[in-house]
């Protein structure tokens, strides 16, 4: 019987050629548009640290003061009194602080010039917190952390330029004029974003791609390596900032920190380790306003900056509108395509025919038409996909791919949406009167 409905419905599709193929046009045009935004929304949405991302949490104390606060909100940084003892402390199952370095990098390798790299001052848990993946060597130890030892841990980008891809741990690179021994070599790692130092980097960065030296954050401080973000005022005042020691000490916001904790139960634990930490810095008279922390994980951190592209948000919306006056297109057409059929429909009933079988019959034809239209919308999206640089940064638009996914969920929403589309113009043909038709045509 459903065969029977499709073949109906290729039928009528030859005798309103120029209806079916406007219809099948919209449909595959509004579509396409759709989810070529819907695929980089995806793309600056998805989860950086999928199956882990609910026990990754960021902890922050209000150091500041009211004054300083926006709405309330602890900063985003901490100092460095609070991230040492929260470092320290080691209450979660793992925890790291740090801040973005930049290092003058020199090799042994007299082909490669002299050159300013990026990377990060960690601890480290930061590796295994973080499922970071090694090509060779492995991360520093925590013992190491405590020796501020001169270990260094490179990028695989770093390593194919200077040791052509070769095993270089033990061997050594200068930084900044000192020589660092290389513990480990990273393996391909490029979460996005790259949440865990978005704060310092700035929003507008957080679809780069990470750096490529990472080291003992202990040993960067002994170097007096200053972070790209430093945040000083405070209901306390600003204090004493005249050299480094001074400054580190001062209430400056300058360190991201991040706790792995295992369950609900840790959360909570460890809210209330925060909270005890700031009631105790307000009875000893450092803070003198109500102690504000807060522990959030890593989704409710990207929320809470807001790091979803604006143009990928503002895109999805307009886009869903255009689909929307498409669909309303849509039923007018098919009202009218639907409406001219009134005599065939009129004579079907006389013969017997339900008004269910006209349902069936008509919702058919709007699902054949919306799977036409839905081939020919994936053909256009993997258009789109590919031209996305226009609209969207290169870094973004590298992000953006079209799957398995992405096109069954194109043909799904171009059947779903016409068939909708079909239910007014299909009630409007099955309210068809026999009789009146037979009498007119007759």
Same mark, same amino acid.
């Given at each position: 019987?459903?065969?029977?409905?499709?073949?109906?419905?290729?039928?009528?599709?030859?005798?309103?050629?120029?209806?079916?193929?406007?219809?099948?046009?919209?449909?595959?045009? =509004?579509?396409?548009?759709?989810?070529?935004?819907?695929?980089?929304?995806?793309?600056?949405?998805?989860?950086?640290?999928?199956?882990?991302?609910?026990?990754?949490?960021?902890?922050?104390?209000?150091?500041?003061?009211?004054?300083?606060?926006?709405?309330?909100?602890?900063? @985003?940084?901490?100092?460095?009194?609070?991230?040492?003892?929260?470092?320290?402390?080691?209450?979660?199952?793992?925890?790291?602080?740090?801040?973005?370095?930049?290092?003058?990098?020199?090799?042994?390798?007299?082909?490669?010039?002299?050159?300013?790299?990026?990377?990060?001052?960690?601890?480290?848990?930061?590796?295994?917190?973080?499922?970071?993946?090694?090509?060779?060597?492995?991360? !520093?130890?925590?013992?190491?952390?405590?020796?501020?030892?001169?270990?260094? %841990?490179?990028?695989?980008?770093?390593?194919?330029? %200077?040791?052509?891809?070769?095993?270089?741990?033990?061997?050594?690179?200068?930084?900044? =004029?000192?020589?660092?021994?290389?513990?480990?070599?990273?393996?391909?790692w490029n979460p996005k974003p790259r949440f865990y130092d978005v704060v310092q980097n700035g929003?507008?960065?957080?679809?780069?791609?990470?750096?490529?030296?990472?080291?003992?954050?202990?040993?960067?401080? @002994?170097?007096?390596? @200053?972070?790209?973000?430093?945040?000083?005022?405070?209901?306390?005042?600003?204090?004493?900032?005249?050299?480094?020691?001074?400054? /580190?000490?001062?209430?400056?916001?300058?360190?991201?920190?991040?706790?792995?904790?295992?369950?609900?139960?840790?959360?909570?634990?460890?809210?209330?380790?925060?909270?005890?930490?700031?009631?105790?810095?307000?009875?000893?008279?450092?803070?003198? !306003?109500?102690?504000?922390?807060?522990?959030?994980?890593?989704?409710?951190?990207?929320?809470?900056?807001?790091?979803?592209?604006?143009?990928?948000?503002?895109?999805?919306?307009?886009?869903?509108?255009?689909?929307?006056?498409?669909?309303?297109?849509?039923?007018?057409?098919?009202?009218?395509?639907?409406?001219?059929?009134?005599?065939?429909?009129?004579?079907?009933?006389?013969?017997?025919?339900?008004?269910?079988?006209?349902?069936?019959?008509?919702? %058919?034809?709007?699902?054949?038409? =919306?799977?036409?239209?839905?081939?020919?919308?994936?053909?256009?999206?993997?258009?789109?996909?590919?031209?996305?640089?226009?609209?969207?940064?290169?870094?973004?638009?590298?992000?953006?791919?079209?799957?398995?996914?992405?096109?069954?969920?194109? /043909?799904?929403?171009?059947?779903?949406?016409?068939?909708?589309?079909? /239910?007014?113009?299909?009630?409007?043909?099955?309210?068809?009167?026999?009789?009146?038709?037979?009498?007119?045509?007759?």
């Open positions: 019987m459903w065969g029977h409905y499709v073949e109906l419905a290729l039928r009528s599709s030859q005798r309103s050629k120029a209806l079916t193929v406007l219809v099948v046009v919209l449909i595959a045009v =509004g579509i396409s548009a759709c989810m070529v935004s819907y695929a980089a929304f995806r793309a600056t949405t998805s989860d950086p640290m999928p199956g882990k991302s609910s026990r990754l949490f960021v902890p922050l104390v209000d150091n500041v003061g009211p004054s300083y606060t926006y709405k309330g909100e602890p900063p @985003d940084m901490l100092s460095y009194a609070d991230a040492m003892a929260i470092w320290k402390a080691g209450k979660a199952q793992r925890q790291t602080i740090l801040f973005p370095t930049t290092w003058d990098v020199e090799s042994d390798n007299v082909a490669v010039p002299v050159m300013s790299l990026t990377g990060e001052a960690v601890t480290a848990d930061f590796f295994p917190m973080f499922d970071i993946p090694f090509r060779y060597g492995s991360a !520093w130890s925590r013992d190491d952390d405590a020796k501020h030892a001169t270990a260094v %841990v490179i990028s695989k980008r770093l390593n194919d330029k %200077v040791f052509a891809g070769r095993d270089s741990t033990g061997k050594e690179l200068r930084l900044d =004029g000192k020589l660092f021994r290389i513990a480990g070599v990273l393996d391909a929003l507008e960065n957080a679809y780069d791609d990470p750096g490529d030296i990472f080291m003992p954050l202990t040993r960067a401080t @002994d170097m007096k390596k @200053d972070s790209k973000y430093s945040n000083c005022p405070s209901d306390t005042g600003w204090g004493d900032v005249s050299d480094w020691d001074a400054y /580190l000490h001062s209430e400056c916001g300058r360190f991201g920190a991040w706790v792995e904790l295992g369950s609900p139960a840790d959360a909570t634990a460890y809210r209330e380790f925060l909270q005890h930490y700031a009631d105790e810095q307000q009875r000893i008279g450092r803070f003198s !306003w109500a102690p504000a922390v807060r522990l959030r994980n890593l989704p409710d951190t990207l929320t809470y900056l807001g790091i979803v592209p604006r143009a990928s948000s503002l895109s999805m919306l307009i886009s869903a509108s255009f689909l929307l006056i498409v669909l309303v297109n849509v039923v007018g057409l098919m009202l009218a395509r639907f409406l001219r059929r009134a005599p065939e429909i009129g004579i079907r009933r006389a013969l017997g025919a339900s008004r269910a079988a006209v349902y069936r019959q008509f919702l %058919v034809e709007g699902a054949t038409m =919306g799977l036409v239209g839905g081939l020919l919308g994936v053909a256009l999206t993997a258009l789109g996909v590919w031209g996305i640089s226009g609209l969207f940064e290169p870094k973004i638009a590298r992000l953006v791919h079209v799957d398995a996914s992405l096109m069954l969920l194109t /043909l799904v929403l171009a059947v779903g949406s016409t068939v909708v589309a079909a /239910l007014y113009p299909t009630w409007r043909a099955a309210q068809t009167q026999p009789a009146w038709q037979i009498k007119i045509n007759g």
